[in-house]
């Protein structure tokens, strides 16, 4: 299989106007479009795909964390922190336009995303940062893009993988966790496609 974007490369930054939060002082909102994205290839006997994005350089404790005249140590563990979980694509779709998904940020969370029709999305990473925030909190579904801490030290990688399942469907709700996603998607997959891009808001670490 294979995944590609009109918008970024493998291995290149994202456009600002696809994250989350862009350069401002030091961060602004921004316009938080999905990005283009097409793949094609899947194999005989795919009844559906599964649709992910995840940055793998989160860091794993908080205490550097946008905190001005300190930097979040490259050496730091990182973890996890999603960013899209869409399941049961239909079989026949195989490309999404840009802004297809998500087009704006939605303070607590969309609610009802857009998709393909049969489609169903999960619950982002946003859910838990923003937890507690009186004007941010709520549950974040769908896509919603990049914003990593602004004094990171290291640039962030967004893994964006395309999974062809032999399912029609997977028995999830709107609103699962990736362990969810995980967990229904074992045995199923045929085959899988990713695209990586990066993302910095540190000046000094240029993307």
Known sequence: MQLRSDNFQHGTPIPPDLAFGKPGHPVALSENLSPHLAWKGAPDGTRSFVLTCIDTDVPSKPDDVNKEGRLVPADLPRVEFVHWLMANIPSECGELAEGACSEEITPRGKKQPYGPPGSVQGVNSYTDWFSGDVQMDGTYLGYD?????????????????????????????????L????????GHVLAQA??????SLNPSVPA
Do not use: I, K
């Open 194 to 199: 990713e695209l990586t891009g990066t993302y």
């Open 179 to 186: 362990e969810e996603l995980r967990a229904a998607m074992a």
């Open 145 to 177: 893009g990049p914003c990593p801490p602004w004094n990171d030290s290291l640039v962030h990688h967004y893994h964006f993988r395309v999974y062809a399942l032999d399912a029609p469907r997977l028995p999830l709700d709107q609103g699962f966790s």
